[in-house]
């Protein structure tokens, strides 16, 4: 069920940029990028992302952070985070960027200790809505080839209290493609 939900998100993302319309951009400009996070395998997991670029300094994206081993990844189980980035490159959508993002999550629940603290139940897992903020870099090659590193911090707003964390973090090594 919840691949299908972040299936269902993503493949709405990708329709609903397609499907708006621009008149004043350049036909020859590429205005849609893929990317891999390369540092989440370290993590036991796989993040994928998606971003259209809306004009020279902005663009709007989507990402979806999956765990498949939870022996690295104790605690997060996916989350699917939609951003806005606003670039200061002199290049096309690249350069030094900041940006705005929401995350739709699923967390593990609070850890209750027995008297002893060295076992513990855990209650079931959280799902919460994040806000945040973060910087990063992109580099664009002539090809289209992406290379990016980004950094976020966000904070849980809702069901905080349910969890034994309270904040939201976002790491990325990326690499991608940019096309039409």
Do not use: C
């Not at 004043?24 to 993040?47: C, F, M, R, T």
């Not at 513990?120 to 990063?136: C, P, W």
């Not at 580099?139 to 964390?165: C, S």
């Amino acid at each position: 069920m919840k691949k299908n939900f972040s299936l269902l998100i993503i493949l709405f993302a990708f329709y609903s940029v397609y499907a708006q319309s621009e008149t004043d951009v350049d036909p020859y400009q590429k205005n849609n990028e893929i990317k891999l996070n390369l540092i989440s395998p370290l993590s036991g997991a796989v993040e994928v992302g998606y971003e259209r670029h809306l004009n020279k300094n902005s663009s709007l994206g989507i990402s979806s952070f999956i765990v498949y081993d939870h022996t690295k990844e104790k605690d997060m189980n996916y989350n699917i985070s939609p951003y806005y980035r606003y670039y200061f490159g002199k290049k096309y959508a690249s350069g030094f960027f900041v940006e705005g993002f929401g995350m739709f999550t699923s967390i593990d629940g609070k850890k209750i200790y027995s008297a002893d603290h060295l076992t513990f139940t855990e209650n079931k897992d959280v799902y919460d809505v994040a806000l945040g903020a973060g910087l990063g870099w992109k580099l664009v090659t002539k090809k289209g080839f992406v290379f990016e590193a980004n950094a976020g911090y966000g904070k849980l707003l809702f069901n905080a209290g349910k969890t034994d964390h309270n904040v939201v973090a976002k790491f990325g090594l990326s690499i991608g493609y940019r096309f039409k």
